[in-house]
């Protein structure tokens, strides 16, 4: 008798039906979206993208304007730097890094805090003691000062920007893995789990770990920006990637005593670090009161 | 209580050595430290004393017992471009960071608190848009970026359409020098003071007491600022002692881009000049001063909040 009590549902006319579809979309973050889909894109396509060699300049064609400015050319849509290099391009090429760097150091991060959180919670003891003891400590040490000296110590290339900077994200991503896994063991499917003889590392990968990802996904998007500015803010410092790959950080500090005669060489690049920051944070946001709305007390 | 204050007091230790260990192990895998101080005409006898000072034929703990002793004594050895004791200098420049850190902490204040709170008692006004921007830009604009560009409106704009700078751009010399530094550094904290502060008086102005007080016929202001404030204000407290300590690191960048003669521009010309000696002492000092901050907070807090006396 249920077969035949089918629900007639009515479909609306075409036009209505697309209407709706993106009457859903009126909540998202479109233009943040747009800005770190852009972000995403320059920064793996860079190279086709750039028009210029991002690290090969003109002396004849230094310090000039962007197109819009009186004495611009359409050449150079954003003008030249003091070593007459293309600042679209080196905007362009900066994504590149920006994106490597944010990109490399979440992924080492992540594992990191989320293997760590995961022992510690589960575990618990003297383990997680001593991982949460460390995690205090690191988060008691400030990140640049101690990049300073690694970078003084150890030489600047890709490599230790990640590693100092994956050591700076790691500690979050612990704490709040340890407890989600503190309040998802004592689940009762854990425990079901638990007599049908699942091994730990089952219980913590295939029951535990699901219950957590969107914690790190909330989490990662918020770091994103935090991780960018720290890299900018190491290139600027001088102890970034070093020159002539183009960083962000670095191209702002190449106009600081330019100011006064080539004001864009510094804003251009500071302008694309402040969007991007922006787009992820907005994004981040969002994304939070979507999946999360517990993590509301990070901030 | 006393348990937590004594966990508290006994971490900041830890991680100090934690610091230390990491520039003890640093300065060494640097390369051999007898190279920073001697050069190619520095005779054997100045290897051997050197080496002796340093106890580089111990081994590698009892070095780190000499390192740790004569750091616990303010000896961090000679800077390398100046020539005297880096500690000496140091102190000379500590008083210029505090400055500007308390300059920038008063802007944060100033700024954040009231926007926070007409924010939240306006909310959707143009005040609270205008408080949005505020937050955002803080938030996501890298500090040097917002230096420079404070540099570039107010001195060098300035100055070609009014014919000069409306505030000094870099140094110390007049007492007006101290706005773009302090407003560039403390923008950050007057953002997260103003989201913090919204937030929590929407949280109040939503409960039950204040309810009950509109009910009895209190008047507006008094629920605002009697009512709901002090009880917003929490939050922002704790922040408050947070961003004490992590204003000593913002310097670094701001000292930088405006020239200001304290701690965080040593800490780079020391990185610049490959001076290590120098480098390791400001690093301590800088850490010793944020572990300060954090710790006394924590103090101040078990005081104003019961809930953490008592677990």
Do not use: C
Not at chain 1, 15 to 27: G, H, M, S, V, Y
Not at chain 1, 178 to 185: A, H, S, W, Y
Not at chain 2, 165 to 188: K, M
Request: proline share 5%; no cysteine; aromatic share 10%.
């Amino acid at each position: 008798m249920a077969a035949d009590a089918t629900l007639v549902v009515q479909q609306p006319a075409v036009p209505a039906r697309i209407a709706r579809k993106l009457w859903q979309f009126r909540r998202w973050p479109l233009i943040p979206m747009f800005f770190l889909v852009l972000f995403v894109f320059t920064g793996i396509f860079a190279p086709l993208i750039a028009p210029h060699d991002p690290e090969r300049g003109g002396l004849r064609d230094r310090n000039l304007p962007p197109a819009w400015e009186e004495g611009g050319s359409s050449e150079f849509l954003l003008g030249t730097d003091h070593l007459g290099r293309d600042m679209l391009s080196r905007v362009i090429f900066g994504a590149r890094i920006s994106l490597a760097v944010a990109g490399v150091t979440l992924g080492v991060g992540m594992v990191i805090g989320v293997a760590s959180g995961l022992i510690a919670g589960w575990y618990g003891g003297w383990l997680d003691e001593f991982l949460m003891r460390i995690v205090d400590i690191k988060l008691a040490i400030p990140t640049i000062l101690l990049a300073l000296v690694l970078v003084l110590a150890l030489g600047q290339s890709f490599l230790i920007i990640v590693a100092i900077l994956a050591i700076a994200v790691w500690p979050r991503f612990a704490r709040n893995v340890r407890g989600e896994v503190l309040q998802l063991k004592t689940m009762d499917f854990v425990a079901l789990a638990k007599v049908a003889g699942a091994s730990t590392p089952r219980i913590l990968f295939i029951h535990i770990f699901p219950g957590v990802i969107n914690t790190l996904i909330v989490l990662a998007t918020l770091e994103v920006g935090i991780v960018i500015l720290l890299e900018s803010t190491l290139s600027f410092l001088g102890a970034g990637v070093p020159p002539p790959t183009p960083a962000w950080g670095s191209m702002v500090s190449d106009g600081r005593d330019r100011l006064a005669v080539a004001w864009w060489i510094s804003t251009m690049p500071g302008l694309a670090i402040m969007l991007v920051v922006l787009s992820m944070n907005l994004f981040g946001d969002w994304l939070r009161d979507r999946l999360d709305p517990r993590l509301r007390q990070l901030n | 209580m006393q348990r937590y204050l004594l966990r508290r007091i006994l971490l900041a230790m830890v991680t100090l050595l934690a610091v230390s260990l990491i520039i003890f192990v640093m300065s060494r895998a640097a390369g051999d430290p007898r190279h920073v101080y001697l050069d190619d005409y520095s005779t054997q006898e100045d290897w051997d004393r050197l080496t002796a000072t340093l106890g580089l034929d111990k081994p590698y703990y009892q070095q780190y017992g000499i390192f740790l002793g004569s750091a616990l004594r303010g000896d961090f050895g000679q800077s390398i471009k100046e020539g005297r004791p880096s500690m000496e200098v140091i102190v000379e420049r500590i008083p210029a960071t505090l400055q500007l850190g308390l300059a920038a902490f008063a802007f944060s204040v100033i700024v954040g608190v009231p926007l926070g709170i007409l924010s939240a008692v306006k909310r959707g006004s143009f005040l609270d848009m205008a408080g949005k921007v505020v937050a955002l830009v803080g938030q996501s604009a890298p500090v040097f970026w917002l230096g420079l560009m404070l540099v570039f409106l107010f001195a060098v704009r300035w100055n070609d359409w009014f014919g000069d700078s409306l505030v000094p751009p870099y140094g110390r010399q007049e007492i007006s020098s101290i706005i773009l530094p302090a407003v560039t550094l403390g923008w950050f904290y007057a953002a997260a003071n103003l989201r913090l502060l919204r937030s929590a008086m929407l949280n109040v102005l939503d409960s039950e007491y204040v309810k009950l007080a509109r009910a009895k016929g209190v008047s507006n202001n008094i629920v605002i600022w009697k009512h709901s404030l002090r009880n917003a204000l929490i939050p922002v407290l704790t922040f408050a002692g947070i961003t004490l300590g992590s204003l000593v690191t913002g310097s670094l960048v701001v000292e930088t881009v405006f020239a200001w003669p304290g701690l965080g521009q040593l800490a780079i010309q020391a990185l610049a000049g490959n001076d290590y000696p120098l480098l390791q002492a400001v690093v301590i000092v800088f850490t010793l001063m944020y572990v300060a901050a954090a710790l006394s907070v924590d103090i101040m807090y078990a005081y104003i909040d019961p809930r953490i006396r008592y677990s």
